[in-house]
């Protein structure tokens, strides 16, 4: 009944706008909202829904991780801030995933040679969890705790970012080049209690110079429910 060609069914989307300002005031960090799209004529037969700590369930949310006055070398927890998730529709889903993209934004006399990965590059993670009531997921190291249900095709490494370019930091950059995949995905017949979460803390790298003065980037992350095994 499902082929491979309709493996993005549902994107929930939470749109993360890092506004960089290397000044005297430091550093803003500023999220725009999005809007959420479904990739599939199923509708509400296979529909995911997100919330965070300050909007109901929609397809998208925003603002959800926010900081003023940001410096290279500050660190920010974002302990009250979360994404939820929530299978509101009637097709059980296989696994789910989670990527992220971005783009350079900021003054049109940009240093030579600065680049959007050259910014992700600064945006440090340093702390990342998937979690529901009964278990919990670093998605720094793929260590698991409470026996989280692992999808058919769960293979060892899809649930961490890995360093893709080797500077010794899980950053924005690598959490574009290498995606979460077969993660369990929120069920349509969970409670709220028990629908999963995502937190996240971010450092911009104290390694961040003058060249990033001006430039922002914006990104987003996608949530994305996938109905095939191992697709």
């Not at 629908?195 to 914006?218: C, D, I, T, W």
Request: hydrophobic share 40%; with cysteine.
């Amino acid at each position: 009944m499902f082929s491979g060609k309709m493996k993005k069914l549902a994107v929930s989307l939470s749109s993360i706008c890092f506004v960089l300002i290397l000044a005297l005031a430091g550093i803003g960090l500023h999220v725009q909202r999005t809007k959420a799209c479904t990739q599939s004529s199923l509708g509400i037969l296979f529909d995911l829904k997100s919330r965070d700590q300050d909007e109901a369930w929609s397809d998208g949310v925003s603002a959800t991780w926010t900081a003023l006055n940001m410096k290279p070398g500050d660190e920010y927890p974002f302990e009250s801030s979360f994404v939820q998730l929530r299978q509101y529709g009637l097709v059980c889903a296989d696994h789910l995933e989670i990527c992220m993209d971005y783009s350079l934004v900021g003054s049109k006399e940009n240093p030579p040679g600065v680049s959007a990965d050259d910014m992700a590059r600064m945006m440090v993670i340093t702390k990342m969890e998937y979690y529901s009531s009964s278990w919990r997921i670093d998605l720094l190291t793929g260590a698991a705790t409470g026996n989280p249900p692992a999808p058919s095709g769960y293979r060892a490494g899809d649930w961490s970012v890995r360093d893709v370019d080797g500077d010794g930091h899980i950053t924005f950059y690598d959490f574009k080049a290498d995606p979460l995949d077969d993660l369990p995905p929120p069920r349509f017949w969970e409670p709220d209690s028990r629908a999963p979460y995502m937190r996240m803390s971010v450092k911009f790298s104290e390694r961040a110079g003058n060249a990033f003065m001006g430039l922002g980037l914006n990104a987003s992350v996608a949530y994305t429910l996938n109905q095939c095994s191992g697709q």
